[in-house]
């Protein structure tokens, strides 16, 4: 077996040492009825009012919901809603551990296409915005490309990194993987395989 590792925010919570043995008594594999699932529990989650919640709460699951019925709407939808955090809320601003997006995919998109456009940025307040919208269109894309991904071919755990849960109260509080488990909501899957912490 290979070397486990899930990133800083969740290794500095559970502690490094776990995440680096090849075999780990306390990551069990189980299968649990989404219904179960519960959103992660940190503050920036609860500024945007699905901490601790169900995963129907999370809120990309109403707009992969919408891209069942009109995919384009969805994307705006999404584009506007990602904008309106990464700026108004400055998500850009919040450390992943706190449930930000400090360093996450979108921010470090961002970064990657002033690379690319040779205007490399020393800090985030000057980005262009339409580098911004840019990266934010790529990130959607990406995103309902999962929806369109797990609705043809299924949800092919072989293809996706594990979903990692903790346990309290019967309920599964997710550390990662708020996406997939939305799609799989919005597909209708009763229940889905996760890595038990």
Same mark, same amino acid.
């Given at each position: 077996?290979?070397?486990?590792?899930?990133? %800083?925010?969740?290794?500095?919570?559970?502690?490094?040492?776990?995440?680096?043995?090849?075999?780990?008594?306390?990551?069990?594999?189980?299968?649990?009825?989404? &219904?179960?699932?519960?959103?992660?529990?940190?503050?920036?989650?609860?500024?945007?009012?699905? /901490?601790?919640?169900?995963?129907?709460?999370?809120?990309?699951?109403?707009?992969?919901?919408? &891209?069942?019925?009109?995919?384009?709407?969805?994307?705006?939808?999404?584009?506007?809603?990602?904008?309106?955090? =990464?700026?108004?809320?400055?998500?850009?601003?919040?450390?992943?551990?706190?449930?930000?997006?400090?360093?996450? /995919? =979108?921010?470090?998109?961002?970064?990657?296409?002033?690379?690319?456009?040779?205007? &490399? =940025?020393?800090?985030?307040?000057?980005?262009?915005?339409?580098?911004?919208?840019?990266?934010?269109?790529?990130?959607?894309?990406?995103?309902?490309? =999962?929806?369109?991904?797990?609705?043809?071919?299924?949800? %092919?755990?072989?293809?996706?990194?594990?979903?990692?849960?903790?346990?309290?109260?019967?309920?599964?509080?997710?550390?990662?993987?708020?996406?997939?488990?939305?799609?799989? %909501?919005?597909?209708?899957?009763?229940?889905?395989?996760?890595?038990?912490?």
């Amino acid at each position: 077996m290979g070397i486990r590792y899930l990133g %800083k925010s969740l290794r500095h919570q559970i502690g490094s040492w776990l995440f680096l043995v090849p075999w780990n008594p306390f990551m069990r594999l189980r299968t649990i009825p989404i &219904a179960a699932v519960r959103c992660q529990e940190q503050p920036f989650s609860e500024r945007l009012g699905f /901490s601790g919640k169900p995963i129907e709460y999370f809120p990309p699951c109403r707009f992969y919901e919408l &891209a069942l019925a009109d995919p384009q709407k969805a994307h705006a939808s999404f584009a506007d809603w990602l904008r309106s955090c =990464l700026l108004d809320l400055e998500a850009w601003k919040v450390p992943q551990a706190e449930g930000g997006w400090q360093n996450g /995919s =979108l921010v470090r998109a961002i970064y990657e296409i002033h690379r690319e456009q040779g205007r &490399a =940025l020393t800090s985030f307040d000057l980005a262009d915005r339409a580098l911004i919208a840019q990266a934010i269109d790529q990130r959607v894309t990406y995103y309902l490309g =999962l929806l369109t991904a797990i609705q043809e071919a299924g949800f %092919k755990k072989s293809l996706y990194p594990p979903i990692y849960c903790r346990v309290r109260r019967d309920l599964f509080f997710l550390e990662n993987g708020h996406h997939r488990m939305s799609v799989l %909501k919005v597909l209708g899957c009763p229940t889905v395989d996760v890595r038990v912490l």
